[in-house]
């Protein structure tokens, strides 16, 4: 178990994508700090954080590729949910009382690599071509209250 480092391979070339899966690496990348500490309110703060921040990501994303009339958004959404529903069962392990940062760990980098480089690169000619500026920036405040 070790940092990740993002990989420009991992770019979809849509920027606020691109900004929001380099910000799950740095929760996992923080899952990993807290397992090292040994700390389990640590590991606990850095779950809840990543699957907050994920299962926003995730709502993000599927409404942009709804919008851009993506073919394959009730597929991709369906992805998200089975993956949703794995990191909630790693929770459950968690407040069980078990070591799961490790094997998560690599669950999700393997996972994230895959998604995004088969899943996700499917889906950016039709975001790309029907992109707007505007919906984003309501978007991103309506998901990320920024």
Not at 20 to 46: C, G, M, P, T
Not at 60 to 75: D, R
């Amino acid at each position: 178990m070790s940092h990740w480092i993002w990989d420009s391979s991992l770019d979809l070339g849509i920027e606020i994508i691109d900004s929001q899966h380099k910000h799950i690496v740095e929760f996992i990348n923080e899952l990993y700090d807290a397992h090292r500490s040994k700390d389990s309110l640590l590991i606990s703060q850095a779950l809840i954080g990543l699957t907050d921040y994920t299962i926003t990501h995730f709502a993000f994303e599927e409404e942009l590729i709804m919008l851009a009339k993506y073919p394959l958004t009730n597929e991709h959404k369906n992805v998200h949910a089975a993956f949703t529903s794995r990191i909630e069962k790693y929770k459950d392990l968690h407040e069980q009382g078990l070591d799961i940062a490790r094997p998560l760990s690599s669950e999700l980098k393997m996972w994230l690599t895959q998604h995004i480089k088969i899943e996700d690169k499917k889906y950016v000619p039709y975001v790309k071509k029907g992109f707007n500026k505007s919906w984003v920036e309501s978007a991103l405040t309506r998901f990320f209250n920024k």
